[in-house]
């Protein structure tokens, strides 16, 4: 029993969205293969992590998402991939620019990840709530807490910067997840040595699984280390990559989050006399899989194909 998740670590080719929805196709495919139902991808993977191309591209390396519900047209550049995951039985959590609501700030785009459930239908997105020093200027806030729910796991979705932030994980776990998977974007350099200090904290302060995708290789300057990577409930690492590419697989079972929180109560022991009540579990939009198979929206996507860029 249990959710076996894949970790897919790949380069991602700045600018070119053919390219790097190519290789998540690559790798929906590795990660059946290997077992998985359901496969996470680094943050902004389908453009490259460089929010200043984003915002000089205008709409040329965003993706207009089709509604929740809904299969990609067959002309979007997301169809072959709702296709691979339709084919492979496999739940796919892309990192990407997403288009942003109309009444949002001066229509920007989302730094986000869009779900597509394993018949392929778009299931939904979460938008990245806390966003990293340049990404402000580019990008709107999210604003809802989202996770998936598969084969009797609830999976909360975070991007990078929101692992910072323990209260995030905390009202995840509170509202009943099992696991918190971050799609991120650390770089060599200053943010490092923070990498390896987020996520087992927020395991074992929370008895929950957590899960990160991390970007690997050069972008816009930036040396992306990999190392994406798992934590047990308890804080111990599960398993790791190092900097090559590849999908690295691990199970969630979900009975393990109340067995360590039966041993390590923080939860249940939080001095509330001096830190004040905990407030109740926030609402959450649950992202499920479609019940009917996928049926291709043949409208325009407003999205090219591809879209290529120079290097920063």
């Known amino acids: 029993m249990g959710l076996t998740v894949a970790l897919g670590q790949a380069r991602s080719v700045p600018g070119d969205l053919a390219a790097n929805l190519a290789t998540a196709v690559r790798l929906v495919r590795e990660a059946a293969g290997a077992g998985a139902r359901l496969l996470a991808l680094p943050e902004l993977f389908s453009c490259g992590y460089d929010p200043a191309a984003v915002a000089a591209a205008g709409r040329e390396l965003t993706l207009a998402a089709p509604a929740p519900g809904t299969a990609p047209a067959e002309d979007s550049p997301l169809a072959p991939l709702a296709r691979a995951a339709a084919e492979s039985g496999v739940w796919v959590v892309l990192g990407a620019a997403l288009a942003g609501p109309r009444d949002g700030p001066a229509r920007r785009p989302v730094n986000a990840v869009l779900v597509v459930d394993p018949a392929g239908v778009v299931a939904g997105q979460y938008a990245k709530v806390h966003l990293w020093g340049p990404e402000r200027d580019v990008f709107a806030a999210g604003g809802e807490l989202v996770a998936v729910q598969a084969d009797g796991v609830r999976v909360g979705l975070g991007v990078c910067y929101d692992a910072g932030f323990p209260e995030f994980t905390r009202a995840h776990r509170r ?138």
Not at 204 to 221: F, I, M, Q, R, W
Not at 246 to 251: A, D, F, S
Not at 291 to 307: C, D, E, L, S
């Open 175 to 312: 509202a009943g997840a099992h696991a918190v998977l971050y799609c991120s974007a650390f770089a060599e350099g200053d943010t490092e040595h923070r990498y390896g200090v987020y996520h087992p904290a927020r395991a074992v302060e929370n008895g929950v699984y957590t899960l990160v995708c991390n970007a690997v290789g050069d972008l816009a300057g930036e040396r992306y280390f990999g190392r994406s990577g798992a934590w047990h409930p308890d804080g111990r690492p599960l398993a790791a990559l190092g900097a090559e590419e590849g999908v690295l697989v691990v199970t969630v079972e979900p009975d393990e989050p109340a067995r360590v929180q039966a041993e390590l109560p923080y939860l249940a022991e939080l001095r509330r006399d001096l830190l004040g009540d905990v407030p109740a579990p926030p609402p959450l939009t649950l992202l499920r899989r479609s019940a009917a198979p996928a049926t291709p929206v043949n409208r325009p996507t407003g999205a090219p194909h591809a879209a290529r860029l120079p290097r920063r």
